[in-house]
């Protein structure tokens, strides 16, 4: 009460201190929030009152339990030993006591009586004949003045040894009785009482020692918990609750790992606290970015504004995605399975879109565990923290995955569309394998359908090309869009498929056809024009055929850029914090040198890697001043290694490397680190955080996400990036030195150039840069690309059959495709 009646108090006086109108104004509104917080004071005292009450009780309760049976065992065992001792004692007795009445003189035999109780210590003694009529006794007299007693009763009618414990208001003794026996007749009965009030006396001392017991246990057990909930309970939630209080206040923390440290036997809490923490850092610096680029008047296209753009705009209608790769994969770990999250921006794009629409991700399950984790019908739900959307899993033999996969679509595919001068690989069994391939993933995608009106289908990139047309003859009412994430050829490029009118006819079925830039569009409708009879608008980029309008646009995709990349969830990075971070990251790798340039790729002979080093080779001759100040680190992460092609620029990067090392490296330095294996997103942004230049110089790319992860990361606004002209991310970051990969010379004079770049002119290139990144991120691209299709009129819809729709095959007499002469 001591807080209420302080809280009063005060109350009182900064009342009456206000002037008449806010006092009738406090009257009316009251002062909750004060009450709130005594009360809450208040429930802290009465919650420690009550524990320490419970406390208290309950090991009462047991110790009086325990020593109540403990008492009863004492009491017994004592009882016992004293009937042993008094039966042996009137054993002892019995030929004596028989002597003395075979005489038959009462008076020698209370004699007799006298001289045996003072000898042996007892109570009292008495002799009664066969008829329990008392002959002598010897002791108090209230012994003998009671009732008849039960054992000498017994032992007359009986004739048996006889025992019982009685008390007066005087005494507490044990009464034991044995028949008399002399010439095989019963000639009376002894009776020897026993002093057994030492018994109750006993009991109490155990009581008294117990009570003081119970005393030390209450108090020690008490102090024990108290301090145990206050140090190992209240002190790390009372941490927790302030890191939360202040993170909610939009005060940064630092004690994270200190505070949740205190709470590690509480592992669920824990785990709750880590989301809930990170998801107020999250929510905190959205808002401030928001709040930023609003006051700029600009938007920024975050995570959940796209789910609430996404659900205001589709409203109940589903959203189907269909990609290769899945989002999350099961694998095993030693004995345990781990849900991974494969590196890929399509994840962070397109997951936000199916948790606001409840949508359906259908993928290859390529995880090792994969099947183990799926109900039957291969689904499972996630985000495995909460699940919002549907993953449904397909399945694929090694054939399969083979002939698809390794087959058509990277051995013949992907080298057709990028000029990288190696040559496709185009084979009947691959185009077999892809076609199956294609067909199951539009069975299963259908199933997911079944019952939904007016789905929205989003496939993804060049290994289903003839999905779009499947599930377009099934369900004319479902809006199709199709993204194909490398270039498009020209038409003699493309020409050289053999079956290029079948997969111009499998992409035509969508209803929208997405490309990184116009370049690429504008090809693949020159594709269209020359391979099929159709008709394509070049104004309107649509092309006609059998009755179909598909629209063709360019939606340059980008990389995610809200709060958790921000400023506000790292701290902006001084030129001290990058010179620490630097010689961080080169002492773990034992790297030397002033300068850092930075290559991050797959191991993929589009990405330029020989030709990238051989420029580090020609700028060491041109300019040997960057001997010992320049280091070269490049990270190239495997990709395709059962392709003979891949497993041979393996070896030449490996070899390229290694020779330029041996000519120019010193006792301590050496100009090329090469980093083979794949790094987490956590450890590529660190090197992107230290890189003075970022090296982009691949032979031909669709957009290169490595250029816009590089300007994101770079918040301290420093940093050059070298571009290649064949990248699509060259269209849009126009402040970054542009390079032709192959002209060695030429992009060793860019390296040069970035190296040497006055600050001035680096901030005001990343300045750019990066405002541009930042306003086009990866859900910009998902909120345009679906919100368009969203806006399409779609044609022929009417009458769709949705709940027993099933896939149409390929359909595979070439001449119906062929453009007429």
């Known amino acids: 009460m001591h807080n209420l009646n302080r809280f009063r108090t005060i109350r009182s006086r900064v009342f009456n201190s206000l002037p008449y109108g806010l006092q009738s104004a406090s009257n009316q509104m009251g002062w909750s929030v004060e009450l709130r917080s005594a009360h809450r004071g208040l429930s802290v005292q009465f919650f420690r009152i009550r524990l320490i009450l419970a406390l208290v009780v309950g090991i009462s309760l047991v110790s009086i339990a325990s020593t109540y049976f403990e008492v009863l065992a004492h009491k017994h065992v004592l009882r016992r030993e004293l009937q042993r001792r008094t039966t042996l004692m009137a054993a002892n007795l019995q030929p004596q006591v028989a002597a003395a009445l075979a005489d038959g003189k009462t008076d020698a035999l209370a004699d007799a009586l006298a001289q045996l109780k003072s000898s042996q210590e007892t109570l009292g003694l008495a002799v009664y004949n066969p008829d329990a009529r008392m002959l002598g006794s010897a002791g108090p007299a209230d012994l003998f003045n009671m009732p008849l007693p039960g054992p000498v009763d017994k032992a007359v009618h009986r004739g048996t040894q006889a025992s019982i414990y009685s008390h007066s208001s005087d005494h507490e003794w044990l009464e034991d009785t044995i028949p008399l026996i002399s010439q095989g007749q019963l000639s009376g009965e002894l009776a020897v009482f026993v002093d057994a009030g030492f018994i109750r006396a006993e009991g109490n001392a155990v009581w008294r020692q117990s009570f003081w017991r119970i005393v030390a246990f209450v108090v020690l057990i008490v102090g024990v918990t108290v301090l145990t909930v206050r140090w190992f309970l209240m002190r790390p939630m009372t941490r927790v609750a302030d890191r939360l209080r202040r993170l909610r206040m939009g005060h940064a923390t630092d004690d994270a790992d200190h505070s949740l440290a205190d709470l590690s036997l509480f592992v669920p809490l824990v785990r709750e606290v880590e989301t809930m923490a990170e998801s107020l850092i999250e929510a905190r610096a959205t808002a401030q970015a928001e709040a930023r680029l609003r006051d700029a008047g ?90 919002r959307y549907t993953l449904r899993r397909v399945w694929l033999s090694s054939e399969e995955e083979s002939g698809y996969y390794d087959g058509f679509a990277n051995e013949g595919l992907w080298p057709l569309c990028h000029i990288a001068h190696t040559r496709p690989i185009f084979r009947a069994s691959d185009w077999e394998s892809y076609q199956r391939v294609n067909e199951r993933f539009a069975t299963a995608l259908l199933e997911e359908m079944e019952s939904c009106a007016n789905p929205i289908v989003f496939v993804q990139d060049y290994h289903f090309a003839l999905v779009p047309r499947l599930v377009k003859a099934a369900r004319p009412d479902a809006r199709v869009a199709i993204f194909w994430h490398i270039p498009w050829p020209n038409p003699e490029a493309f020409g050289i498929i053999p079956w290029q ?55 340059p995709v980008s990389v995610a850029t809200d709060g958790r990349q921000g400023d506000a969830a790292r701290g902006r990075m001084t030129w001290s914090d990058r010179v620490d971070a630097r010689e961080a990251l080169f002492s773990e790798f034992g790297v030397t040198g ?94 992107y955080r230290c890189a003075d230049v970022c ?34 991310a060259a269209v849009e970051l126009t402040d970054a030195l542009q390079v032709n990969p192959y002209d060695t010379e030429g992009v060793a004079e860019a390296i040069h150039r970035a190296l040497e770049m006055g600050p001035g002119e680096r901030h005001m290139r990343m300045q750019r840069m990066r405002r541009h990144v930042m306003e086009h991120n990866v859900y910009r691209w998902a909120a345009s690309i679906l919100g368009d299709l969203r806006d399409l009129r779609i044609e022929n819809a009417e009458g769709a059959d949705i709940t027993h729709a099933g896939p149409v095959a390929v359909p595979t007499p070439r001449k119906a495709h062929r453009k007429l002469a």
């Open 501 to 555: 009118a079948e997969l111009l006819d499998g992409l035509l079925g969508a209803d929208l056809i997405g490309f990184h830039i116009p370049l690429h569009c504008n090809n693949f409708l020159s594709t269209v024009d020359r391979a099929l009879e159709s008709r394509t608008d070049r104004e309107h980029m649509t092309v006609r055929r059998h009755g179909h309008l598909t629209t063709v646009r360019p939606y």
């Open 695 to 728: 090296l982009v110089t691949s032979l031909h790319d669709g957009m290169n996400l490595v250029a816009k992860e590089y300007l994101v990361a770079r918040d301290d606004e420093d940093g050059a990036l070298v571009l290649s002209k064949f990248t699509g």
């Open 298 to 387: 600009e938007h920024l296209w975050t995570s959940e504004r796209l789910a609430v753009h996404m659900s205001e705009r589709f409203g109940s209608s589903r959203i189907f995605v269909v990609s290769n790769r899945e989002p999350y994969m099961h694998v095993r770990q030693g004995r345990e399975t781990v849900c991974q999250v494969p590196p890929s921006g399509l994840v962070t794009a397109i997951e936000p879109v199916l948790c606001a629409c409840d949508g359906v991700w259908v993928a290859h399950g390529s995880g090792n565990e994969d099947a183990n984790n799926v109900d039957a019908f291969d689904r499972l739900r996630v985000t495995p923290e909460a699940p």
């Open 594 to 687: 002033e300068k850092l340039a930075l290559g991050v790729d797959r191991l993929d002979y589009t990405k330029g890697i020989v030709e990238r080093l051989m420029a580090i080779e020609a700028l060491l001759d041109e300019h040997p001043w960057h001997i010992e100040r320049l280091t070269m680190v490049q990270i190239a992460a495997p990709s395709r290694t059962r392709i003979p092609s891949y497993i041979d620029l393996r070896r030449r990067v490996e070899e390229t490397a290694e020779r330029i090392n041996q000519r120019f490296q010193t006792g301590n330095w050496k100009p090329i680190v090469l980093i083979e294996r794949q790094c987490s997103h956590e450890e590529v942004n660190r090197w």
